[in-house]
Protein backbone atom coordinates (compact mmCIF):
# COMPACT_ATOMS: atom_id res chain seq x y z
CA UNK A 1 0.00 0.00 0.00
CA UNK A 2 1.44 3.46 -0.74
CA UNK A 3 1.51 6.14 2.07
CA UNK A 4 2.71 9.54 1.94
CA UNK A 5 4.39 10.61 5.08
CA UNK A 6 3.36 14.19 5.70
CA UNK A 7 6.60 15.20 7.53
CA UNK A 8 8.64 14.23 10.22
CA UNK A 9 8.80 13.92 14.05
CA UNK A 10 10.90 15.23 15.98
CA UNK A 11 12.74 13.47 18.66
CA UNK A 12 14.68 15.28 21.63
CA UNK A 13 18.10 14.36 22.81
CA UNK A 14 20.24 16.46 24.50
CA UNK A 15 23.52 18.03 23.34
CA UNK A 16 21.86 20.23 20.73
CA UNK A 17 21.35 17.45 17.99
CA UNK A 18 18.01 17.39 15.98
CA UNK A 19 16.16 14.40 15.08
CA UNK A 20 13.58 14.65 12.47
CA UNK A 21 12.19 10.97 12.14
CA UNK A 22 10.59 10.72 8.93
CA UNK A 23 9.92 6.74 9.14
CA UNK A 24 10.62 4.71 11.93
CA UNK A 25 8.89 3.55 15.64
CA UNK A 26 8.19 7.14 16.49
CA UNK A 27 6.20 8.68 13.37
CA UNK A 28 5.10 5.91 11.32
CA UNK A 29 5.18 3.24 13.56
CA UNK A 30 7.42 1.29 11.30
CA UNK A 31 9.92 -1.60 13.19
CA UNK A 32 11.65 -2.87 9.93
CA UNK A 33 13.61 0.82 9.03
CA UNK A 34 13.67 3.87 10.49
CA UNK A 35 15.54 7.13 8.02
CA UNK A 36 15.93 10.17 10.07
CA UNK A 37 17.60 13.78 9.31
CA UNK A 38 20.04 14.98 11.31
CA UNK A 39 21.71 18.29 12.38
CA UNK A 40 24.75 17.87 14.69
CA UNK A 41 26.27 21.07 16.30
CA UNK A 42 29.93 21.50 16.30
CA UNK A 43 31.83 19.49 19.20
CA UNK A 44 28.50 17.57 19.95
CA UNK A 45 29.37 14.06 20.80
CA UNK A 46 27.49 10.65 21.88
CA UNK A 47 28.00 7.79 24.35
CA UNK A 48 29.42 4.63 22.52
CA UNK A 49 26.99 1.97 21.55
CA UNK A 50 26.62 -1.56 20.33
CA UNK A 51 23.39 -1.33 18.31
CA UNK A 52 21.52 -4.14 17.56
CA UNK A 53 20.78 -2.72 13.89
CA UNK A 54 22.61 -1.62 10.91
CA UNK A 55 23.09 2.10 10.31
CA UNK A 56 23.92 3.82 6.69
CA UNK A 57 25.04 7.50 7.58
CA UNK A 58 25.26 9.90 4.39
CA UNK A 59 26.52 13.10 5.31
CA UNK A 60 25.23 15.91 3.60
CA UNK A 61 27.08 18.52 5.26
CA UNK A 62 30.22 18.67 7.36
CA UNK A 63 31.90 15.75 8.89
CA UNK A 64 30.88 12.95 11.36
CA UNK A 65 33.41 11.31 12.92
CA UNK A 66 32.90 7.60 14.30
CA UNK A 67 35.21 5.96 16.44
CA UNK A 68 34.88 2.10 16.13
CA UNK A 69 37.39 -1.25 17.45
CA UNK A 70 39.45 -0.21 14.09
CA UNK A 71 40.32 3.23 14.99
CA UNK A 72 38.25 6.64 14.03
CA UNK A 73 36.81 7.11 10.09
CA UNK A 74 36.16 10.84 9.13
CA UNK A 75 33.16 10.33 7.17
CA UNK A 76 32.55 14.02 4.71
CA UNK A 77 30.12 15.20 2.73
CA UNK A 78 28.60 13.05 -0.13
CA UNK A 79 30.33 10.21 1.84
CA UNK A 80 28.54 7.29 3.81
CA UNK A 81 29.22 5.30 6.65
CA UNK A 82 27.45 1.26 7.01
CA UNK A 83 28.49 0.08 10.63
CA UNK A 84 26.63 -3.77 11.34
CA UNK A 85 24.83 -4.77 14.28
CA UNK A 86 26.96 -6.08 16.99
CA UNK A 87 29.65 -3.09 16.26
CA UNK A 88 30.85 -0.98 19.40
CA UNK A 89 30.87 2.53 17.78
CA UNK A 90 31.02 6.51 18.95
CA UNK A 91 29.55 9.02 16.40
CA UNK A 92 31.00 12.65 17.53
CA UNK A 93 31.08 16.07 14.82
CA UNK A 94 34.11 18.00 14.10
CA UNK A 95 34.40 21.78 14.14
CA UNK A 96 31.86 22.26 11.77
CA UNK A 97 29.57 20.26 12.78
CA UNK A 98 27.51 17.60 9.82
CA UNK A 99 24.05 17.65 8.93
CA UNK A 100 23.30 13.89 7.76
CA UNK A 101 20.48 10.89 6.70
CA UNK A 102 20.55 8.23 9.24
CA UNK A 103 18.93 5.07 7.59
CA UNK A 104 18.69 2.41 10.08
CA UNK A 105 17.58 -1.51 9.89
CA UNK A 106 15.63 -2.59 11.98
CA UNK A 107 14.29 0.56 12.96
CA UNK A 108 16.47 2.51 15.85
CA UNK A 109 15.22 2.41 19.27
CA UNK A 110 16.90 3.48 22.42
CA UNK A 111 16.66 -0.02 23.74
CA UNK A 112 18.15 -1.54 20.40
CA UNK A 113 20.81 0.97 20.37
CA UNK A 114 22.41 0.03 23.74
CA UNK A 115 24.28 3.04 24.45
CA UNK A 116 26.91 3.51 27.10
CA UNK A 117 25.89 5.31 30.76
Given at each position: ?16 K???E ?14 A ?11 A ?5 AE??L????A?L??H ?7 L ?15 RT ?11 LP?F?P??AH?DE
Open positions: MVRKIEGPARVPVPGGLIDHVGRVNTGDEAVSIHMVAPPGWEEPQTPEFYTVLRGVVEDGGTTEVAGQTLVTEPGERIRYGDEGAEYIAVCASDSR
